[in-house]
């Protein structure tokens, strides 16, 4: 007589370890669940954020603080923006309008960029755009003209 290719009386299975242990099910499920919606929320921050990053206005916004001798006289060089950015952007084909609000920081200090904008036929034009630098009374206006620099000929 030939052997089984089975045993005939197999080993029980083993459990796992949450199975020997079901009083962690909750306490895991609400983790997972805590991961979830912080990653769901990290991915959402992440694009809306990377947007406004590219998006023209902010560039322009960002070029205009950084060009200004005042800012760079009272924040320092180079002017670096923070990671959190708040405001809204909306832009359709060649139209749009932007309100953002852009906190700067640099070696002598912080301030904060506010720029509204309206696109039409695809030109962004500011209607405001200040900054105001932590611990001053006032804020610049980068739309004002300024003098051109003084040269020595």
Known sequence: ???????????????????????????????????????????????????????????QALTQAASNSQVREQIGEPLKPAWLISGQLNVSGSTGNANLSIPISGPRGKGTIRAVANKTGGVWRFTYLQVSVDGQPTSIDLLAIQPPAERDF
């Open 1 to 59: 007589m030939s052997t089984p290719p089975y045993p005939l009386h197999p080993e029980p299975m083993k459990k796992s370890w949450l199975e020997q242990n079901p009083i962690w099910k909750i306490p895991l499920g609400g983790l997972m669940l805590v991961f979830l919606v912080g990653s769901f929320f990290a991915i959402v921050m992440t694009v809306v954020t990377t947007s406004f990053r590219n998006s023209d206005v902010y560039q």
